[in-house]
């Protein structure tokens, strides 16, 4: 499956499908072993949030005031900066890993310990990066994560990231201060803040995917699958983004 | 560093002119607690105003493309229309613009070849239902957000990648969408849209790969069930 056939017109896309399916393994397929466990726990997952945190996410968005939304949103992510940075320097990008530095330094000060992003207004954009995505970025293919997991609470991730996440717990200066200190209680609080404000986020795409999906649990193993690939791509910078892009959208075109 | 690109470009191109730039705050928020929504898919694609194109020739001409749909949706969203009169008027703008048939084959996958003409036919008036459908629900609650085109750049097989913003009436949060855009026969038509990198086709194969899969490999089960949601 070269490149060469890359070329030919829209027309012949349908042959060209039916030539390629049949040497090509389906980049479109997601190594899922697990897939019995994890459809459980995908279903545990869905009852879960349902009734507890699909309820808790919608009244926090439609009773707390934005302002405040949007303080504590920029609150976590300040106290995740120190993670995005050894991240960023563990892929290569010092610079990058310098400016957010620079942030968390800016907003945990000027910006009243992260409740407001000054930094971005000074023109340090906020990145983020956890160990998944480093690891990704060392790997050959950013698709390729590994076997596909469904985690408890947590929901769609696969090998990669899940070690990403245990990483990135294990190396955050919060956490082990947190546990030092004996206040497992405060890491805990954040991470239920951490869940609810990352949930507001994927209400709307979430509930788009079950709604236009005849196998939800496959169609976001997908998108889940993409957007990580996605991610370790641009490196987290959108302006990246298209010419990264193109590498993907080539094996796209391959299997049609 | 986007944003100062895009502006220094648009001066540019004759996109400019006849749309003004602010235009995005003019329209009807028609629930001031939905501006202030997080991003999803609902703020999709198509509800798009303002093109400032950065590249030349082909590409250029993608990008006005683009522009051209989005701002066809737009006067209809800001006219305030029915359900019914939005979704005929969608069916009609999907039809002339995006490739259904070619994104309903990709959506298929290996299993195109194993479905008779008729099947076929059913499966592609199915899909396109579908298609209207998915895109109606997402454009009811319309909130004033814009379509910014930020680039365009070569992708394989002579497509073009549209590379866009949903930009919020706040401005604060940017969703990225990328169009894959062909052209056929004299005229461009959407192949593939991309939502932060998250392709529409692509989440569609594995959706229904899955689901004809679980039904024995038999296409039969997709259709019926695509059919019955279509009738609904």
């Known amino acids: 499956m070269g490149k060469a056939t890359v070329s030919y017109g829209r027309n012949l896309i349908g042959a060209a499908f039916l030539f390629l399916a049949a040497c090509a393994t389906q980049p479109g397929e997601i190594s899922d072993p697990l897939e019995v466990p994890n459809r459980f726990m995908f279903a545990i997952n869905q009852t879960v949030d349902l009734l507890v945190v699909r309820p808790v996410t919608v009244t926090y968005r439609d009773w707390v005031p934005a302002p405040v939304q949007r303080a504590l949103t920029n609150f976590l992510n300040n106290l995740g900066e120190p993670v995005t940075a050894i991240n960023e320097v563990a892929q290569g990008e010092p610079e990058r890993a310098a400016k957010t530095v620079g942030r968390f330094l800016v907003n945990s000060t000027a910006g009243l310990l992260g409740l407001f992003d000054v930094a971005t207004d000074m023109g340090l954009a906020p990145t983020k990066e956890d160990f998944g995505q480093t690891l990704g970025v060392w790997a050959n293919s950013p698709e390729d994560g590994g076997p596909y997991l469904v985690l408890p609470l947590l929901g769609p991730s696969n090998v990669r990231d899940a070690v990403g996440l245990l990483v990135d717990n294990l190396i955050d200066p919060f956490s082990i201060a947190g546990r030092r200190l004996n206040v497992e209680y405060l890491l805990w609080a954040r991470a239920v803040m951490t869940g609810i404000d990352a949930r507001t986020r994927t209400l709307q795409a979430l509930d788009d995917i079950e709604k236009n999906s005849l196998d939800f649990y496959a169609a976001v193993r997908s998108a889940y699958t993409q957007r990580r690939a996605s991610m370790i791509r641009t490196k987290g910078d959108p302006a990246k983004a298209t010419t990264a892009e193109i590498d993907a959208a080539t094996k796209v075109a391959l299997v049609r | 560093m986007v944003r100062a690109t895009i502006d220094s470009a648009a001066v540019t191109t004759s996109y400019r002119a006849p749309i003004p730039s602010q235009f995005g705050s003019k329209l009807p928020a028609m ?202």
């Not at chain 2, 949706?73 to 019914?84: A, E, F, K, P, T």
């Not at chain 2, 099947?119 to 899909?127: D, E, F, P, S, V």
């Not at chain 2, 969408?177 to 998250?198: C, M, N, P, Q």
């Open chain 2, 31 to 232: 629930k001031s607690s939905l501006a202030r929504r997080p991003l999803g898919l609902r703020v999709i694609a198509i509800i798009g105003l303002l093109l400032m194109s950065a590249a030349p020739a082909r590409a250029q001409d993608a990008g006005a493309f683009i522009d051209g749909v989005a701002r066809q949706v737009l006067d209809m969203l800001r006219q305030g229309v029915s359900d019914s009169q939005r979704e005929a008027t969608l069916r009609s703008v999907l039809r002339t613009n995006f490739d259904l048939p070619s994104m309903g084959r990709a959506a298929l996958g290996n299993y195109w070849s194993k479905t008779t003409p008729d099947q076929q036919k059913r499966y592609l008036a199915a899909i396109e239902s579908a298609e209207v459908r998915a895109y109606s629900d997402r454009l009811r609650q319309y909130g004033g957000q814009s379509l910014k085109v930020v680039r365009q750049t070569p992708g394989p097989g002579g497509a073009t990648l549209v590379d866009s913003q949903i930009v919020q009436p706040g401005g604060q949060q940017v969703v990225r969408l990328v169009w894959e855009v062909r052209k056929e026969g004299g005229r461009f038509l959407v192949t593939d849209v991309s939502i932060e990198g998250v392709s529409m086709v692509l989440t569609r194969r594995s959706d229904f790969n899955a689901y004809i899969s679980r039904n024995g490999g038999n296409v039969e089960p997709l259709i019926a069930e695509l059919e019955r949601r279509a009738g609904k």
